[in-house]
Structures are given as structure tokens and as C-alpha cells.
């Protein structure tokens, strides 16, 4: 089903005029029940759509086709990204959700190809969903014109295409959809065969490059100068469409990623209706005031209230687990109305097969769902059409992800509601008790580092497959590479002949490389009571704290029973059954040293850098029974323990600096707690990686005494924390700087408050309990203590 | 990234050595950065007073890369030329290595050598190639790196003069030369009408293409193909296990290698050549191609001759290698 036309013609609600939903809203909170529960309520004002005339006009057939999806004109944001192609000119699209950035790209793209039949485009994005999502739209559009219907040969090119297909879209296609991991271990390595492709390579679309960032991002910078190389050298040439959700520097990261200049277009020309914001603390138990009630039921009581009340919406949660739960009590409060809507919601995560997402999807778009509960896996563009409510239960890890959920509520012009509901968390809390935190800071920026001597190393030896690299390719991959090329050589994987530095060995350097940090191994789901059905997938990690023996894995709703896990073949038998409770993982992490490579004194601490094993285990597990959350069982289990064995430094802070902390009266542990949070945040910039791929953990056991660990959240390491090693004094004054120039009183998020420990996938998060913020004057005193030593810096 | 020690230390050093800040100082990153940090009032991190580490560990000196034994010239001890006589192909952008003999200082010549029979009539290709004469069909075979993307070293042609077969190999002394190697086979590959190779449809012929494009050569071939595996399996499928060349040679050519390299190792010593110089693990190579080049012109003959299938005799009693 399509689209109802009439979503492109709506107007604007008239100011001041909240929505039936939003009312509601603030009705129930008045309720005796939900008492305090509003902590806050924010109106951002409706904006008008503003439009520009393109000139010259698109072709007439493009602007059919347009019409036929009722759109006339043209926001002014589409016309300026059209304008600066057709000046030769790469450009990064920085507006909002459903702004209609996608026609940023597909009207120049097709205008080129209506003019010019031998030219080809290529689209890539972070997933194959889009992928796959982008050619529907793509198609729609093209086929209310025959002749932009006949001008397009487009294809999804990625790990899902047939063997057959395949060489059907790279010899016929001219418009191919894939996306980075593909390019670089498809797509490039055999060039030469996709010569006929690449020679008329006119456009190259990066969409949702806010999400190429640290590691990840750092390696596809690198495939899209192994990309221009290789067109280069076929005598192609072509402009890059990158688009960007909000991020405080997309231009930057644009050109990074680009290695060329990216003009910023972000005067969003898209109408957006009135947006109302509510923060929704729930409520505590009782006049103790410690417990407040379970914000996974909070939540799922506003989800289903606003369903009932006629809404279309989406409730995220933080983890799979917190997804299941927050359905399944949707589902039990809808199914109690004796009607058929409790049929109208539906989970929705990673690890479902992926023609179930495809569904759920397409179900929403077209309307036949009233509610869905997700995962951050729909915070991603796949298009499900504007809703008019957000459930937000517990925040995104960054606040670019908070306005990206927010941003899936609202129809083209009409008024949107987003609901923050928080878990008693530090963070979550901190949220409540200052919402400007949310408002006032422009989201997180995307740092990437493509000249990291590891990535690039990787990166270096794909390309000399490729083409041997000369005096150019120096320039192109960056002043690094010169010595990185010394250091190949020497390790025998190249060998320099005339200038020209060729690949020299057999093997195939793109198959070793990895863009992505996670790993590819997947366990299947099978269901033993119906002939081993496959039931969804889960990754390696994840499967053993999700489908340990008798864990209770939930799969939309459902609870199954883990009967068995097969570690050989990768395989968790589950049966359903009828239980009322589900299971918690109890992990157990650690850090120990393997080896010393390299010692200094700093400011009275010794230092060193080394080979650290970090690992984690699930030990046992906890049985929790629904709702009311009471902990009805504890079983030791025995899995394997985890590892990453990775490069990291650390130090246990010498007698002097602890009593200078205990002596103005504060805990030496909590200001070094601090400390190790904002290395977190002020070590990813130094080394230009983004937090998620460092760690940092405080421990006893391997010094006697605490100490302070950081290491890099990578097999070998990626050097983030050799460069914090090289430049702790940099480290350390730019974590005072960052401190005392907070503005918080006692410590927040942004600075001595928790960093991103780990990505909890697998718990729920209502399980979790608040921790205080580490007290700031005790981070600062031991910051203050050392960069107040003198003579050791040598 | 399963990498040598050696290397990830070179990388940790390069790694350590990085002034992110100061190498970025003129970029707007940095400025970024400080922003983001709350650290705009005070100077870019660049600028910040060096701070090294305590032991200042000497650059490793590092061992001078061995060179190859083409481009060592008069350091190289034992050149491609104590294994194999020849000279340069050189045109304007470079040149390639060029051994050429007659088949019949290899084995004892034979009268038939020239001779074709009558082709059975379904095998168009067979009975093209009679028709306009073997003098018009050149014989290919090739030795490459292994993957797609990996040169081809060493291209063994063959061609009937009228009295013998002439056999041409051109090789790659380092992986600069390839181009050339692709310009002088496209040369020679001018005077004929046909192509004969075994498997060569499906890997010869595209694989030089695929190389061709890397090295931004125009590569000709002769117009006509002929594909000997194709034509072979057509005849003998029922009577032999497969029909891979070293089965056909065996039964065809009732001939038997020694001292042969397996395939899977040849890009190894290929690469092992160009590091070090020294041809010698590469000699048994060259006289593999030079076999297999050989051992297509008898199938040729054989595929003509519709009397002829595989013998019965004891293979053990064959000589094994022609001297």
C-alpha cells in the first residue's frame, strides 16, 4: 500500500492549537496517580514550508513524475543541494527527518541519467534495509514517468544478491545500491570488472553519514579514496550527495570522510508542525522516596494510552529486552479492551528474520499498524512515514540519537508529540532535573581519523591490490603514508618498484579487514517444537547473555525456553513456554595485564603502556518476574569467558595524589572514577575516535591498589590510547580545561558524570539501579594535584 | 588484523609519534575539537608544550629493503638469463623478458608435428582452425599471481613456422614489467586469426583483460577462440576420470611430469622471486608453461585424428619428461 497523497498536501495546524494528543497528555498528568510525574514540558513552534523555482526546471518527464506523487514544488534546501551538483559542486544535506532529503539525490541523479544514458550512480548506505528501502522509493518515484521508468536500471548490490544477479547489475545497472563493507570487499578489489560502472560514474550518495563515525567511519573515508583512485584511473569522474542527520559538524565530517571539500546545505526548507516535548519521570513507590515505579510499565501505559486515543506511534527503548518487555505489557493492557487493536502493535528489533522487519515496516508505512516498540534499530532513515507520537523509555546514548527518535514523530505539518520517560539512572534523572541539558546543547559531533596509522596500514595494502600507489596516492591518503608504506614493505606485504608501491603477496588483503567493529558471527534460533524453524538470529556476543540454558529469551512477546546451546554449531534450541518471568544475564568483567611495553614517569605517577586482556563472562542468571519485578531465582551458569585482549595504559595513583584529594575532604576513588570519565570523552577527541571505542575501567586486582585503566575497544588495539599515553599532559590539562568549564554545579553528564561503559544490549534497563554522578571537586583536586607537579614531564 | 609483531610495533611508534593537533592545527577540526572540549580560551592543543615520553626510544634503524634481481643489475648474482637465454621486448613506456626457442631442441622432431587430420564436423571451432591453417593459431598459456587481482608473471606463447613450432615466453622480472608483458603479448597476438588455449574462455582471456584495464593497456587478441577444455570434454568425458590438461597429457601425450610444481604454490614462489632476485625455485615453473603450451598442440592433433583415444598401455613405461 502507498502512501495517502494527501500527506504531502496537509497544512500546517494553526499556532497555538495542541493537538488532541498532547492535550490528553497533560490531562492525565494532573491525575492523582501521576503526581510530579511531568518534569517538564516544551512547545518548539511550527515553521512553515518555504519553497524555491529551480533554473533551470528539471526535465519534464522527472517533473511528471514528481507531480504524480503530489509534489509541486520544491523546498528550498532541495533546490540549493540541486543547484550546487549541477555546479560541479559535493555537497552534504543536513535538514530533518522526512524533509525529503532523499530527493536531494534522487532529482539530479535521474535528471542525469534522462540526459545521459551511459551514466551510472552509486548509493551506499550503513544497512542493507536501506538499501533495500531506498530503491522501493526510488522506483516509486520513477514510475510516474515512463521515460524516467525506462532512463533507470537500478539494483541492491550487497551480501543478500544472488550469485546470478550479481553480474547482471554490474554489467547492467546504472544506478547501484550497496553499501561501504560491500565496496570494499566486493566492489573494489576486482575494479577491473567493473570498469564499464566506474568509468561513467557520475554521482556517488552517502546517506546517514552521521553514522560513519570513530573506527567505522575512519575506515570508509579510506574506501572512498580507494574508490576515487580506481574511477580516477578508468578516467571517471563524479560528485558526492552526502546527507547527515544533525550532528554539531556534519561539514567537517563530510569532508573528512570525502576528502574533499562538502558544501553544507541545511536551510531545511520542509514545514514542521508544532512539536511538544514531555519529560515523564515516573513516580516513586512510596513516601521513602528511593524506588520510583518501573518505567518499562510507565512506559507502556503512556504507548498504549496514546494508541488508544488514536495516535500512531513509536516507543523506543534502550535494549532488546526492555523492546520485548515494554511490548509485551502494551499487548496485555490493549488485549484487556476486548477489541482487535492489542493486532495493531508489534515489537521490532535486530535479530528478527529480515522479511518480519520488511513487514512491520511496510505495515507501518501503510498504516495497518497503530504502535510500534523498537529498538534504536527504526532510529535509522527506513522509511515508516511520520508518525504523531514518540515514546522515548529511557535516553539514547547521545543526545544526536535522542533528537533522531524524536525527529520519527510528526507528519509533514501537523503537530507531534515526544514523551521522555525516564529509568531511575543517573543519566535519565539528570535529564529530568535539567532539561536545558537536552535543549540548550547542540548534539555530539562525529569525529573520525582516517590517517590512523592501524586503519591505515589496513586500508593501504587493499589499495595496492587494487593499483599500485604512487606519488599521488601519497597525497591522497594523507603525509602518514609514506612511513606506513616503509613499514609494509619491511613486513614484505608490498614492494616499492620505480616509485610504485605494489601489493606482494598472495593473499587477499580486503578479506583480513574488517570496517566495522563488530563481529560477524551469528547464532540461529531454532525452534524445536516446530521442526527447528528458524526464529531469528543474534550475534556472538550478544548470544551468551541472551540464550544461556534456561534462559527465558523473548521473541515478540512470546517466552521461549533455551533448552540447549550449541557453541559448535552456533545454534540456541528454544521451545515456547508459558512462564511468568524472563531471565537477566549477571556479567561479570575484568581487566589484567599481559605485558609492559613501555614505562615513564608523569608527574609522579608511572605510567605504562602495554597488552591488556579485558573480559567478561555471564556467571548467572537472574529470574525476574514480570511487572512487578521481584527476583524469583539466582543460577550460577558456566560459559565461556569473552576476551579482547588490546593496547592500553594505566597507573595507580601514587600516595601523594590520594591524600591531596582526602585532605580538602573528598574520596580519592570518586575523583578518580571522574577522571576516568572524562578521559573517555576527552581521549576520544585527542585521538579522534568516538567513545564507544574506547574503555576505561577502575581495578584493584591487578596493582593492589586502584588503579586507573584505559584501553582501546579494538583486537590489537587502534593506537587511541598510545596517543593518550604519548600525550598525557595534554590529556590531563584538557580534562581540567573541560571540568571547570562546565557549567554544572556538582558534576553532570557532560563531565565527571557516567561514560558509556558498555553497550548494555542485552539487560533491562528497569533493572539498573542510579548511581550518584562522581562528586567534580574531587576530580578536580586530583587533576589540579598533578598538573601541579613539577620536573617529571622529561 | 592478525599483523607481524615487527609491523604493529612500527605502527606504535608512528602511532605515538602523532601530533593529531598540531597535523590538523591549519584544518577546521581542530578547531572543532577545542569547542567541543570547552578549551577554546586556551591554546590549540598543538601548541601545548611538547610532552614526550620519558624514553626517547632511537627510530629503529631500519634494514634496507632488498632489491629485486632485475632493477640490482650487477648486484643480482644468478639472473632469469642462467635459466632462461633471452633478451628484452622493450617499447616507449618499458620493457619485459622474452625467451624464445624452436620446439625441436626441446624433443626429437617429428614429421607430424605440422599435421592435422580431419576434424570430426560438429567441432566448428576444430574445423575453422583446419581450415585456415595452424600457422594462423597461436597457443596460450598462462601463470599468474593467483587472485583476480594479482599480475600474471609469465606468458607462454607457441606458433607453427612451417617447419617447427616457435615457443615464446615472456616474463615479468618484477611486477613493473606486466604492462609491458600485456603490450608484447597484444603484439604478437596480431598476426593470428585464432586463439587456441585450454580453459582460457573462462580464465586466460578474461584475466588478461582484467590486467589489461589495471594497466590501462589496449589488449588484442586473435578474433577467434578456441577453447581446447571444452573440446576435449566433448570427447573423452566417458573414458577419463576429468579432463584437467596434466590428465590429458598423461594419456594424450603419454608423458608424465617430475619435479613439478604444484599450481597453488606457484604465486608464492613468484612473489618470493621478486623479494629476493633469485630465479631458481622459479626454473620449474618456466618449464611447466612451456610443457603445458606443448602438450595443446598435441591435443590439437589429437582432437583431429578421430582414431585416436586414450591408451591402454602401462603409463609407467613412458618416459617422463622429454630432454
Known sequence: ?794 | MPRGEALRARLGEITRARRIGEARADETGAAAICEMAHLSATPRAGTAPADLPAVAKPRRPRPKPMRNGAAAGAEARVGVEAFLPGGEWRDGSGAVYVHERLRSEIERPRSHWGQLGVPPADEVDLVALVACGLERALFLDLETGGLSSSPVFLAGTMHWNGKDFVIRQYFARHYGEEGALLRAVSECARDFEFLVTFNGKSYDAPFLATRAVIHGVRLTLPPRHLDLLHASRRRWKRELSNCRLQTLEYHVCRRRRVGDVPGDEVPGLYHDYVRSGDPWRLAPVFHHNLLDVITMAEIVRTLCDPRRGPPQSDPEDWPSRPE
Open chain 1, 1 to 794: 500500500m502507498q502512501a495517502p497523497i494527501a500527506r504531502f498536501l496537509e497544512r500546517p495546524e494553526a499556532a497555538g492549537e495542541e493537538s488532541a494528543i498532547a492535550r490528553w497528555l497533560r490531562g492525565a498528568s494532573l491525575a492523582p496517580e501521576s503526581r510530579g510525574a511531568l518534569a517538564h514540558w516544551r512547545t518548539l513552534p511550527a515553521r512553515a514550508a518555504s519553497f524555491a523555482k529551480l533554473a533551470p526546471p528539471l526535465p519534464a518527464p522527472l517533473a511528471d513524475a514528481l507531480a504524480h506523487r503530489g509534489i509541486g514544488q520544491l523546498y528550498t534546501h532541495q533546490v540549493r543541494a540541486i543547484e550546487s551538483l549541477r555546479a560541479g559542486r559535493d555537497v552534504v544535506v543536513v535538514t530533518g527527518t522526512a524533509s525529503g532529503k532523499s530527493l536531494c539525490y534522487h532529482l539530479p541523479v535521474l535528471e542525469r541519467l534522462l540526459v545521459d544514458p551511459e551514466a551510472t550512480a552509486l548509493y551506499l548506505f550503513p544497512t542493507k534495509a536501506l538499501a533495500q528501502d531506498q530503491l522501493k522509493s526510488l522506483t516509486r518515484l520513477a514510475s510516474g514517468h515512463i521515460d524516467v521508468l525506462k532512463a533507470l536500471r537500478a539494483g541492491v548490490y550487497d551480501g543478500d544478491t544472488q550469485a546470478t544477479t550479481r553480474r547482471r547489475i554490474r554489467d547492467g545497472s546504472n544506478l547501484i545500491l550497496s553499501n561501504p563493507d560491500m565496496l570494499h570487499q566486493g566492489i573494489l578489489p576486482s575494479h577491473p570488472k567493473w570498469a564499464r560502472f566506474l568509468r561513467n560514474l557520475r554521482f556517488v550518495v552517502v546517506d546517514e553519514i552521521h553514522s560513519y563515525r570513530g573506527i567505522f567511519g575512519s575506515h570508509v573515508a579510506n574506501v572512498l579514496r580507494r574508490l576515487e583512485r580506481v574511477v580516477r584511473h578508468v578516467g571517471g569522474d563524479f560528485r558526492y550527495v552526502t546527507c547527515s542527520a544533525t550532528i554539531r559538524n556534519p561539514g567537517e565530517l563530510a569532508t573528512a570522510l570525502i576528502g574533499r571539500e562538502a558544501e553544507v546545505v541545511d536551510d531545511d526548507g520542509a514545514p514542521r508542525g508544532e512539536r511538544h516535548f514531555a519529560f515523564w519521570n515516573p513516580p516513586f513507590t512510596d513516601e521513602t522516596r528511593v524506588e520510583r515505579r518501573s518505567s518499562n510499565v510507565e512506559g507502556s501505559a503512556l504507548f498504549t494510552a496514546l494508541v488508544e486515543h488514536g495516535a500512531q506511534a513509536i516507543a523506543f527503548t534502550k535494549s532488546r529486552v526492555a523492546a520485548e518487555l515494554v511490548y509485551r505489557y502494551s499487548h496485555e493492557r490493549l488485549e484487556r479492551r476486548g477489541d482487535d487493536l492489542h493486532e495493531r502493535i508489534r515489537p521490532y528489533r535486530g535479530g528478527y528474520l529480515p522479511e518480519e522487519r520488511r513487514n512491520i515496516e511496510h505495515a507501518l508505512f501503510s498504516g495497518e499498524l497503530r504502535g510500534v516498540v523498537s529498538t534504536n534499530a527504526l532510529e535509522l532513515g527506513v522509511d515508516i512515514g511520520g508518525l504523531d507520537a514518540v515514546v522515548m523509555i529511557g535516553a539514547a546514548p547521545t543526545l544526536a540519537s535522542m533528537w533522531q527518535q524524536a525527529g520519527r514523530a510528526g507528519r509533514t505539518g501537523k503537530a507531534a508529540l515526544a514523551v521522555l520517560v525516564a529509568y531511575n539512572e543517573t543519566v535519565d534523572q539528570y535529564l529530568m532535573r535539567h532539561p536545558e541539558y537536552f535543549f540548550g546543547r547542540s548534539p555530539e559531533a562525529a569525529i573520525i581519523d582516517p590517517h590512523n596509522p592501524y586503519i591505515l596500514a589496513a586500508q593501504l595494502g587493499c589499495a595496492a591490490y587494487e593499483l599500485p600507489l604512487d606519488e599521488a596516492d601519497r597525497v591522497t591518503f594523507g603525509p602518514q603514508s609514506e612511513a606506513i608504506l616503509a613499514a609494509l614493505e619491511e613486513e614484505g606485504e608490498t614492494r616499492t618498484i620505480d616509485g610504485r608501491a605494489y601489493w606482494a603477496t598472495t593473499e587477499f588483503p580486503a578479506a583480513k579487514v574488517s570496517l566495522r567493529t563488530i563481529s560477524d558471527d551469528t547464532y540461529t534460533i531454532m525452534d524445536v517444537t516446530r521442526g527447528n524453524a528458524v526464529k531469528g538470529t543474534v550475534d556472538g556476543i550478544s548470544a551468551l547473555e541472551l540464550l544461556y540454558p534456561e534462559a527465558i529469551y523473548l521473541h515478540e512477546g512470546e517466552t521461549c525456553f533455551v533448552r540447549e546451546l550449541d557453541l559448535e554449531q552456533k545454534v540456541a534450541y528454544v521451545e515456547p513456554r508459558a512462564v511468568d518471568y524472563y531471565t537477566q544475564p549477571v556479567l561479570e568483567t575484568n581487566i589484567r595485564i599481559r605485558g609492559e611495553q613501555q614505562r615513564r614517569e608523569w608527574r609522579g605517577e608511572s605510567v605504562r603502556l602495554g597488552e591488556l586482556t579485558y573480559s567478561w563472562q555471564t556467571v548467572a542468571m537472574k529470574k525476574v518476574k514480570f511487572h512487578s519485578l521481584d527476583a524469583i531465582g539466582y543460577h550460577p551458569l558456566s560459559l565461556p569467558r569473552l576476551t579482547l585482549e588490546t593496547t592500553g595504559f594505566w597507573f595507580a595513583p601514587g600516595e601523594a595524589a590520594w591524600h591531596a584529594v582526602a585532605r580538602r575532604g573528598f574520596s580519592p576513588i570518586e575523583g578518580l572514577m571522574g577522571v576516568r570519565n572524562l578521559y573517555m570523552t576527552l581521549l576520544a577527541m585527542l585521538s579522534m575516535c568516538d567513545p564507544f571505542d574506547l574503555g576505561g575501567m577502575i581495578d584493584s586486582s591487578n596493582l593492589g591498589r586502584p588503579a586507573l585503566f584505559m584501553f582501546d575497544r579494538y583486537p590489537g588495539g587502534l593506537g587511541f590510547c598510545e596517543q593518550g599515553y604519548a600525550r598525557l599532559d595534554e590529556l590531563a590539562r584538557a580534562a581540567h580545561e573541560h571540568l571547570i568549564g562546565c557549567d554544572c554545579a556538582a558534576g553532570c553528564p557532560a563531565c565527571v558524570g557516567i561514560p558509556i561503559l558498555r553497550v548494555a544490549q542485552q539487560q533491562d534497563p528497569d533493572l539498573v539501579h542510579a548511581r550518584e554522578i562522581p562528586g567534580k571537586d574531587a576530580a578536580r583536586v586530583l587533576l589540579e594535584h598533578w598538573l601541579a607537579e613539577h620536573g617529571s614531564r622529561a
